[in-house]
């Protein structure tokens, strides 16, 4: 019953926001913001990518006005689900303008996630210096807005990246900064996700006990947790020890 008065409250929503009454003069009230963004954001976060960009786009397009970051919020999830849909040429040239209007409206969070979001769609290509070009100036963003999660994900990303690159040296500083963070902050998951990283780019140079010294002693609490994570963890382990007999 909720969830049919929930979709019930959504049609309302977008019936006004796209009524032709309304002036282009008239902006969304603050009260309502949360719920306008849940409107892109719920089947964003879902999985569902096409009602996520056709709702960006009426909402875009809608009459009434909306503040920058309201707007910007749509724009990321918009670009998300572009990139998550499979469209990457149309994802990176999105990610351009999410980049230019946080820039350009003084909104940081839009610059660091279009970035973001471009370099994981050139990772994706295997244009793996664009990916890290885009992966320090968002971390170089990160660091003067003083945004502790996205330093942590950004330093992940570069990790990841440089690994694939062959820059082992850097890729290896940048996990044990995401790892540091995580252990700063308590977040046994990015602590979890880090540590593999660690793991999977000693494996690639060959230093397999070196591998095994970091992940050990994660072991139990990667059997605990989710699918996905233990799986990239057990990798690199499982790997060292193959290669070491």
């Not at 469209?87 to 973001?116: C, E, N, P, R």
């Not at 994706?124 to 990916?131: F, I, L, S, T, V």
């Not at 880090?194 to 010294?213: C, E, H, R």
């Amino acid at each position: 019953m909720k969830r049919e008065f929930y979709i019930l409250g959504v049609i309302l929503i977008l019936l006004t926001l796209l009524g032709q009454g309304c002036s282009r003069n008239e902006r969304v009230p603050e009260n309502e913001e949360e719920d306008i963004y849940l409107l892109v954001g719920e089947p964003c976060a879902e999985g569902d990518y096409i009602t996520a960009i056709s709702r960006a786009d009426s909402l875009l397009a809608a009459p009434r006005e909306m503040s920058d970051s309201l707007k910007a919020f749509i724009m990321i999830d918009r670009d998300v689900s572009i990139c998550e849909y499979g469209h990457l040429d149309w994802g990176a040239a999105y990610a351009d303008t999410v980049i230019q209007f946080g820039k350009s409206h003084g909104i940081a969070l839009a610059v660091m996630q279009g970035l973001q979001n471009r370099g994981i769609i050139s990772r994706r290509k295997g244009n793996y210096d664009n990916a890290i070009a885009d992966y320090k100036e968002g971390l170089e963003l990160a660091v003067k807005e003083n945004d502790i999660e996205m330093v942590q994900t950004f330093s992940e990303m570069l990790a990841i990246a440089c690994g694939e690159n062959k820059l082992y040296d850097d890729a290896s500083t940048f996990a044990r900064r995401s790892l540091d963070i995580s252990r700063e902050n308590s977040d046994e998951t990015g602590e979890l996700n880090a540590v593999s990283t660690l793991g999977a780019v000693k494996v690639k140079q060959g230093d397999y006990d070196g591998a095994i010294k970091e992940l050990l002693p994660y072991h139990d609490r990667a059997m605990a947790g989710k699918t996905l994570l233990r799986v990239k963890y057990l990798a690199p382990l499982l790997q060292s020890y193959l290669q070491l007999d």
